[in-house]
Structures are given as structure tokens and as C-alpha cells.
């Protein structure tokens, strides 16, 4: 019989709930995408929104207030500063139109990277262990980013449902990781 010592016993019971407070976030942010997939998106928006105004404050600041920045430097930093809270007022302002505007551009980015992907996999074809495994990617990534840049808004939702259902199916795993470590 081994007796563990106090400090033992509490970083288990502190990986235990970390485990299980992450378990739990996921599990609850996971139904939350999925019974509500627009409340989400817009909620994501309006974090965007609000970033964009609280960094263009920290770059005005710096702009304004900084004393080691030259002349220029404070300049760009104020008219940046500017913008991204112009961006973000006009985001909360129009925030389905932003939305919707957020999804078109990662639908589009998406698929642009998983066809370049693809082009790379094929690329490497001659030194690949397993040719076909490659081939069979470069293709199913080549096609897949077509799809998503001929309707990105709606591959976009697909990809956002696919993240709540693995964020619900992480969040179990995790939870019944807390109750099961040993350490």
C-alpha cells in the first residue's frame, strides 16, 4: 500500500478539474453551436466587433501617448487605431450583415487553402511512402476546397455543425477523463 503525499494527491485532484472544467466548457459551448448555430456565429461576430474596438483603442493610445515612437510610427499607430474601431462600430452596427460577411470570408479562405494544399500533396508524390494515401488526399482536398469556394457560406455552416458535434463528443471524453485519472 503506497501513500501518496499531499502534493501528489492535489495536482491529480487539479489535473481532475482542469479536466473536467474543459471537459464541461466544450460540452456546453458544443450544444450551444449546435441547438443554436446563429446565435453562436453572431456572438462570435460581436467578439470580433468588440476586439476590434478595444485594439483600435490600444493602438490610438500608443499612438498618442507613446514617447519613444517617431513621428510616423505614432501616426500609423493612431490611423490604425482609428480603423479598427471604425470596423468594429460598423460590425455591431450591421452585425447579421457581418456575420454573414465572416462566413463568406473563411468559407473562401478555406477552400483556397485546401485546394493549394491538395496542389502540395501532389507535389510530393514522388518521395510520398504511400502514393495512394497522397494521391487519394490531394484529390478529396482539391475537391473539397472547390466545393467550399462554389458555396462557402453553406460549406461554412457544414464545417460549423461538424465543430459542435466534435466539441459535444470532446467535451464527454474529457468529462469522463476527470473522473477516471488516476495520475
Same mark, same amino acid.
Given at each position: 500500500?503506497s501513500a ?6 492535489s495536482a491529480?485532484? %487539479? ?7 474543459? +471537459?464541461?466548457v @466544450?460540452? /456546453?459551448v458544443g $450544444?450551444?453551436?449546435? =441547438? ?7 456572438a ?6 468588440l476586439?476590434?474596438?478595444?485594439a483600435g483603442?490600444v493602438?490610438? %493610445? ?7 515612437m +517617431?513621428?510616423? @510610427?505614432? /501616426?500609423?499607430h $493612431?490611423v490604425?487605431? =482609428? ?5 468594429g462600430?460598423?460590425m455591431?452596427?450591421n452585425?447579421?450583415?457581418?456575420t454573414t460577411?465572416?462566413l463568406l470570408?473563411f468559407?473562401v479562405?478555406v477552400?483556397?487553402?485546401?485546394i493549394i494544399?491538395?496542389?502540395v ?6 518521395g510520398?511512402q504511400?502514393k495512394?494515401?497522397?494521391l ?6 482539391i475537391?473539397?476546397g472547390?466545393i ?9 455552416l457544414?464545417?460549423?455543425w461538424?465543430l459542435?458535434?466534435?466539441l459535444v463528443v470532446?467535451?464527454i ?6 473522473f477516471?485519472f488516476?495520475g
Amino acid at each position: 500500500m503506497s501513500a501518496e503525499s499531499p502534493a501528489a494527491k492535489s495536482a491529480v485532484n %487539479g489535473v481532475r478539474t482542469a479536466l473536467g472544467i474543459g +471537459g464541461v466548457v @466544450s460540452l /456546453v459551448v458544443g $450544444i450551444i453551436i449546435l =441547438v443554436w448555430p446563429g446565435h453562436a456565429l453572431t456572438a462570435l461576430t460581436w467578439l470580433i466587433a468588440l476586439y476590434a474596438i478595444v485594439a483600435g483603442v490600444v493602438y490610438a %493610445g500608443l499612438g498618442i501617448f507613446s514617447k519613444v515612437m +517617431g513621428g510616423w @510610427s505614432r /501616426v500609423g499607430h $493612431i490611423v490604425l487605431g =482609428v480603423l479598427f474601431i471604425i470596423a468594429g462600430i460598423i460590425m455591431f452596427a450591421n452585425l447579421s450583415t457581418s456575420t454573414t460577411l465572416l462566413l463568406l470570408f473563411f468559407g473562401v479562405f478555406v477552400g483556397i487553402v485546401w485546394i493549394i494544399e491538395g496542389i502540395v500533396a501532389l507535389t510530393t508524390l514522388g518521395g510520398a511512402q504511400s502514393k495512394a494515401w497522397s494521391l487519394f488526399f490531394a484529390i478529396l482536398s482539391i475537391i473539397a476546397g472547390i466545393i467550399l469556394l462554389f458555396s462557402p457560406i453553406m460549406g461554412t455552416l457544414v464545417l460549423v455543425w461538424l465543430l459542435g458535434i466534435s466539441l459535444v463528443v470532446l467535451g464527454i471524453v474529457q468529462i469522463v477523463r476527470a473522473f477516471t485519472f488516476k495520475g
